[in-house]
């Protein structure tokens, strides 16, 4: 999934498709930044999602959890190039980094669920 997003401040409620035994690869989601971003600006990003757990009597149970990674790519022609940062934590709910940005161009976020 590809979806175009602001350059300053942005939240997006999305949805990550599960790995199958048909499609055992890697599954990711795409935000492509419109602008361009400038040589040396700051850019930071911050993924956060939910853990899926049951309650009962007070008590917390995992019942799922779902390792994510994000990542930050420079587009050519509309597709990635160079992966420039990336936050692969694991056991976590929330990824985020910090980068300066190498050379103006286009860029990508892409969300991955190894």
Known sequence: MTTQIATNVHWHHGQIDRITFTNANAVHNDYV???????????SSTLSWFVDRAYNGGTAT???FHNLDLELWRLSSGSPVELVATS?????NT????VLIPQTG??????VRP
């Open 33 to 43: 930044i419109s602008g361009q971003l400038s040589q040396y600006d700051t850019f």
């Open 62 to 64: 995992e019942v799922s």
């Open 88 to 92: 692969n934590g694991q056991n976590v």
């Open 95 to 98: 990824e985020h980094f910090q």
């Open 106 to 111: 286009d860029y990508m976020v892409r969300v």
